[in-house]
């Protein structure tokens, strides 16, 4: 049995997120291959090859997969991936724009977002928004599988020493063209991976005032996150929601400032290890997943929390 | 061009679902039922596209028991031309789903397909990119704008990083995400309308194919429940709790 992970990336470096993959994998068991494709991006192959257990890299080096589009990707796994008990992906946007394509490439199912391996056939897996938690069975013979990150430890980086193979480009879909990216930048650590998460609601009132966030995220080296609401109301941009449809989150630590708690944000965060909540309303649904809650006006509660924090921290 | 939308009948997403004792899946039973919110939004982008004249007729099909008429009635009072209800009583899985789809898309010839990114009960994300690889055409997904020029569509897309705008040859699958539009408000008038637009209704076997479920479900378990926390008096009682019971800072 040997199993092909899709390694996600930015050219230049492969993203945790794999690593997490890499880990779901070696729960399932067998030898585990890393598929790196992408363009100039051997860099990441040199990384994928250094993670722990990984048994080969496959590099695709080409102008095709530069930017990831899942036409060009999608022939290219399913190609390389029939021979494969098992095609593994990050539930990031990347696995779950190309996965599926590849599955219905290869006439099977796709299982979504797993949290945890039974055994080689068997995946448990979250449903209706988290509120329910689904065993599923496949019986095809390659099964393609995206993998929730903050379910799986990630492998240690170190320790592998896999060989890379280069892999020959398929052919041009001819689907689609990359026009361009917004990408957003930021000094901060990655919302999906962070150890702290410190994310804004409604209650935050405008974009501006998420300085009070960035102030306390400052001290704590987190990163920041939104609740629909406050992305709907245009306050930050879509790539800082954390939800059902947006990004899941597990940190150490996450603080939940003027989020009332739709089960649609608890989607996102609610395997969260500690969880704070700041918020006016003592009603608030986010009390009811709180370990610590404090029943404040924020713009009181988070400069006295920031200067608390730079005294203790 | 002809746009063709599918949509979904879901639990309403204010419901909270409850998992049956026996295990077997949740209780839907009496329980409020609406169309996925992202096929809404997919109904009306394609609205829209009519009302800018770069769609001739917007087709709804929907797959499910008759009851997933009234989504389809729904869409149709939102602007939609006519539907088509593609009836069955079994577990779809999204590859049947595409299947389905593939075969109304061969029927009807769409310039665009547009579908919901996910639905809200089973979270999978999986059929549009499903329908757009088995009818070889480009996808879209987790669409935040769309703009339709001659032959060609230019969406952007919110991803992990940011956003990104792709241009894809028609015809093109869309899959939607919650900032591609604010669906309208259906009204009177036009849910009365909607009464007399046809709706047709078909099925697997009429269209040639089998359902055939890949994925059992074993089980379906509600997960642990969190343990209530405690409420804090201040900021200081916070940032001591923080520090020295739960050591995260």
Redesign the interface.
């Known amino acids: 049995m040997t199993i092909l992970v899709l390694a996600e990336h930015?050219n230049n470096t492969l993203n945790q997120a794999s690593l997490s993959v890499i880990a779901a994998a070696r729960a399932i068991g067998g030898d585990i291959d890393v598929l790196v494709a992408g363009e100039n991006c051997s860099a990441v192959a040199d990384a994928a090859a250094a993670a722990d257990g990984v048994t080969r890299v496959l590099l695709a080096d080409s102008p095709l997969y530069g930017?990831f589009?899942?036409?060009n990707l999608?022939l290219l796994l399913s190609r390389t991936g029939h021979a494969y008990s098992h095609i593994l992906a990050a539930a990031?946007?990347?696995g779950?724009?190309?996965?599926?394509?590849?599955?219905?490439?290869l006439?099977?199912?796709?299982?979504?977002?797993i949290i945890r391996v039974e055994d080689a056939d068997?995946f448990v897996r979250?449903?209706?928004?988290?509120?329910?938690?689904?065993?599923?069975?496949?019986?095809?013979p390659v099964k393609v599988i995206t993998v929730r990150p903050t379910a799986f430890d990630p492998v240690s980086a170190e320790g592998g020493s896999a060989a890379i193979e280069a892999l020959p480009a398929a052919e041009d879909?001819?689907?689609?063209?990359?026009?361009?990216?917004?990408?957003?930048e930021s000094d901060r650590p990655d919302l999906?991976s962070a150890d702290?998460v410190i994310s804004g609601g409604r209650g935050m009132q405008n974009g501006e005032n998420f300085q009070l966030l960035e102030n306390v995220a400052d001290i704590?080296g987190a990163a920041i996150g939104a609740s629909?609401a406050a992305?709907?109301a245009g306050f930050v941009?879509?790539?800082m929601q954390v939800g059902?449809?947006g990004?899941i989150v597990a940190p150490?630590?996450y603080i939940a400032v003027g989020i009332s708690g739709a089960?649609?944000h608890l989607a996102g965060m609610?395997d969260s290890?500690?969880?704070?909540a700041i918020n006016k309303d003592?009603e608030a649904p986010i009390?009811?997943?709180?370990?610590?809650?404090?029943?404040?006006d924020l713009f009181d509660?988070v400069p006295?929390?920031e200067n608390?924090?730079r005294d203790?921290? | 061009m002809k746009v063709l939308v599918a949509v979904k009948r879901v639990i309403d997403y204010n419901v909270k679902v409850r998992v049956k004792p026996d295990q077997s899946g949740v209780d839907l039973d009496n329980v409020k039922m609406a169309m996925n919110p992202f096929c809404e939004i997919a109904v009306e982008e394609a609205v829209r596209l009519k009302e800018k004249g770069l769609a001739s007729e917007v087709i709804v099909v929907s797959i499910g028991t008759a009851a997933s008429q009234e989504q389809i009635r729904t869409a149709l009072a939102l602007g939609a031309d006519r539907g088509l209800l593609i009836e069955t009583d079994e577990e779809v899985q999204p590859l049947d789903a595409a299947k389905l789809l593939k075969a109304v898309v061969e029927q009807e010839q769409p310039g665009l397909v547009i579908l919901g990114k996910q639905s809200i009960d089973s979270d999978n994300n999986q059929t549009g990119q499903m329908l757009a690889a088995l009818t070889g055409m480009g996808q879209a997904t987790f669409a935040s704008a769309v703009e339709v020029t001659d032959d060609r569509v230019q969406v952007t897309r919110e991803v992990d990083g940011g956003l990104m705008t792709l241009s894809l040859k028609l015809p093109a699958v869309i899959t939607t995400d919650l900032r591609l539009n604010e669906p309208r408000y259906a009204s009177l008038p036009n849910i009365m309308k909607a009464k007399k637009k046809p709706v047709a209704v078909t099925t697997a076997d009429e269209l040639g194919l089998a359902l055939s479920p890949r994925l059992k479900t074993l089980k379906v378990e509600a997960p642990e429940p969190r343990k209530a926390g405690i409420k804090v008096a201040d900021v200081a009682a916070l940032v001591d709790k923080l520090k020295n019971e739960a050591k995260v800072i």
């Not at chain 1, 879909?173 to 957003?184: C, E, I, P, T, W």
């Not at chain 1, 290890?273 to 704070?276: A, F, S, Y």
């Open positions: 930015d930017h589009l899942s036409e999608a990031g946007t990347t779950k724009d190309v996965l599926p394509r590849v599955a219905a490439l006439d099977t199912a796709q299982i979504s977002d068997t979250p449903i209706y928004a988290g509120n329910a938690l689904a065993t599923v069975r496949s019986d095809d879909a001819g689907l689609s063209a990359f026009v361009s990216a917004q990408n957003a999906a702290i704590l629909r992305v709907d941009p879509n790539d059902q449809t990004k150490q630590l089960i649609q609610s290890k500690v969880i704070v003592e009390f009811q997943v709180a370990d610590y809650g404090l029943v404040a509660a006295a929390l608390a924090l203790a921290v």
